[in-house]
């Protein structure tokens, strides 16, 4: 799973969806977690840097992440793919 190649990023945390139209804008950390996905991290590479550069319990971590995906999923920001 990635994100879409359509889909353009700005350092700052705007995202824009070309296809839709669709802006949002991130806090610093989803912009974080965004990069470091973008990078090809895994959920638990992105938790080992976000448990040590901020003030956040696994848990929480784990809540939060799974949301966040859950809404690019949600605005179609991800390609899914299937496994052969």
Do not use: Q
């Amino acid at each position: 799973m990635k994100l879409k190649k359509k889909i353009a990023v700005s350092e700052t945390g705007f995202i824009f969806d070309p296809t839709t139209g669709d802006s949002f804008s991130l806090n610093p950390t989803a912009v974080e977690i965004l990069t470091l996905f973008k990078e090809g991290k895994t959920e638990k590479e992105i938790k080992k840097v976000i448990l040590e550069n901020y003030n956040i319990d696994e848990s929480t971590f784990e809540r939060s992440y799974l949301d966040f995906m859950a809404m690019l999923r949600l605005y179609n920001m991800l390609e899914e793919h299937e496994e052969k």
